[in-house]
């Protein structure tokens, strides 16, 4: 079995190229959360799950494949100022999993019956139970990370991110139970700092890698990310754009970062970590499919 760390877009692509292959759990970032029209949106969450239900829009990867958005374009006549746009039946899944959590439910519970109805086998854990936020620090002021990058569209100069809440964070029991039980750790193709720092400063998690084996697929090729805003995230935690940027923000733990064959020139060794390099730009289903091979019989022993 193996654990692998995940934001929503990047990861969730590699795990339907793995999902036929091997056993996983999933721990997911949570930082990204946010409360819209008085439900509990997690991003990252649904992502995976529809990703491994294989209901996710893959034009988008957010959101299920087919919905509507009635709902939101009512809220908006009404003079609502919702700005997330978010799908019929996608709200569904919020107001579902936000009132199994006014009922008493914890996140690690809700998750586990969302996914559960939704046909999906694999373990999907949020990394903690505490609340997080994500705030990035612009030129136009201080904004949650789904302002910034959905009011905003990314625009704003980045002058800084932190994590709201983050010292309150603890893993829980199941992602502590999985990462000790894994063979190994995988870091998908995910933000660096929006999406994986999160979860490595939550308490206990960090710990835990230092004594595991850990791989991560680069999201970064060449000197750009392959989508979003990681750029311009790692610059402002100073870390070079670059797969060196990426095992820099590693560099505790990690113990190979797989590159794409752009970056072969990295090829070899990093201080303590091993670089390889593979095709890692997943267009298609069997483009996900070869790296996830690609991963295991290089690293399953
Ligand atoms: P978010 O939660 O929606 O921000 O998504 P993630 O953090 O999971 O994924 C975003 C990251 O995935 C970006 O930094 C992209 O560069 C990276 N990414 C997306 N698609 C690919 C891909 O096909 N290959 C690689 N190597 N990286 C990818």
């Not at 692509?13 to 409360?35: C, P, Q, S, Y």
């Not at 893959?58 to 299920?64: Q, T």
């Not at 709200?91 to 809700?110: D, K, P, W």
């Not at 935690?237 to 505790?252: L, Q, R």
């Amino acid at each position: 079995m193996i654990v692998v760390l995940s934001g929503g877009t990047g990861t969730p692509k590699l795990l339907i190229g793995l999902k036929d292959l091997e056993d996983f759990a999933v721990i997911v970032n949570t930082a990204e959360d946010i409360w819209i029209s008085g439900n509990k949106v997690c991003p990252d969450i649904d992502s995976v799950i529809y990703a491994l239900a294989d209901v996710i829009d893959e034009n988008k990867w957010w959101g299920l494949r087919g919905d509507s958005f009635r709902t939101h374009e009512m809220i908006l006549k009404l003079g609502g100022d919702e700005f997330m746009a978010i799908g019929d039946l996608d709200r569904a899944v919020h107001i579902f999993r936000s009132e199994l959590l006014r009922r008493g439910y914890t996140l690690t519970e809700a998750t586990r019956k969302l996914r559960i109805s939704f046909g999906v086998e694999q373990e999907v854990l949020p990394m903690c139970e505490e609340e997080v936020s994500t705030m990035i620090l612009t030129s136009r002021g201080e904004m949650h990370f789904q302002e910034f990058w959905i009011k905003f569209k990314g625009l704003p100069e980045v002058l800084d991110v932190y994590f709201k809440g983050i010292e309150n964070a603890r893993a829980t029991e199941d992602v502590l139970r999985v990462l000790d039980d894994c063979d190994f750790v995988l870091i998908g193709p995910s933000n660096p700092i929006t999406s994986i720092m999160p979860i490595l400063l939550v308490k206990g998690v960090k710990e835990m890698l230092r004594e595991k084996f850990v791989i991560a697929v680069s999201p970064i090729v060449g000197k750009n990310p392959v989508s979003g805003p990681a750029g311009k995230f790692m610059r402002a935690k100073g870390y070079e754009v670059s797969p060196i940027g990426v095992v820099n923000v590693y560099s505790d733990f990690l113990d190979v970062l797989i590159v794409d064959r752009v970056d072969e020139g990295l090829v070899g060794k990093y201080g303590d970590v091993k670089i390889v390099s593979t095709n890692t730009i997943m267009k298609s289903r069997d483009d996900a499919r070869r790296l996830a091979q690609f991963i295991l019989k290089k690293f399953k022993t």
